[in-house]
Nanobody
Framework: VQLQASGGGLVQAGGSLRLSCAASGRTFSTYAMGWFRQAPGKEREFVAAISWSGARTLYADSVKGRFTISRDNAKNTVYLQMNSLKPEDTAVYYC????????????????????WGQGTLVTVSS
């Protein structure tokens, strides 16, 4: 599976962005997907995850209520809608995939994922 993230950019605090992650391969619809981010000088951290059907989602506390993860299996794409952005959301955002259909608390760990995209930069100005 190859993943291509896009949609990053510069936005003012309080604004919105929608990230997309396009996946190659016919098995995308059976994969659990996740979003992570890495700010300068910090470790990569979990943002959100979604099960293969979209029925279950998980969020980091820092983004809960502001970000929404979703997927369109017909388009082999997972999305991250980011609203009410804050300067502390500035980071490179990565999408990731795992052949397991379902997500658990372990899905909040980067070690859960087998495939990674190249990242897209989100900069939130104050």
């Amino acid at each position: 599976v190859q993943l291509q993230a896009s949609g990053g950019g510069l936005v003012q605090a309080g604004g919105s962005l929608r990230l997309s992650c396009a996946a190659s391969g016919r098995t995308f619809s059976t994969y659990a997907m996740g979003w992570f981010r890495q700010a300068p000088g910090k470790e990569r951290e979990f943002v959100a995850a979604i099960s293969w059907s979209g029925a279950r989602t998980l969020y980091a506390d820092s983004v809960k209520g502001r970000f929404t993860i979703s997927r369109d299996n017909a388009k082999n794409t997972v999305y991250l809608q980011m609203n009410s952005l804050k300067p502390e959301d500035t980071a490179v955002y990565y999408c990731a995939a795992n052949p397991d259909r379902f997500i658990t608390q372990q899905s909040m760990s980067s070690q859960f994922y087998k495939y990674w995209g190249q990242g897209t930069l989100v900069t939130v100005s104050s």
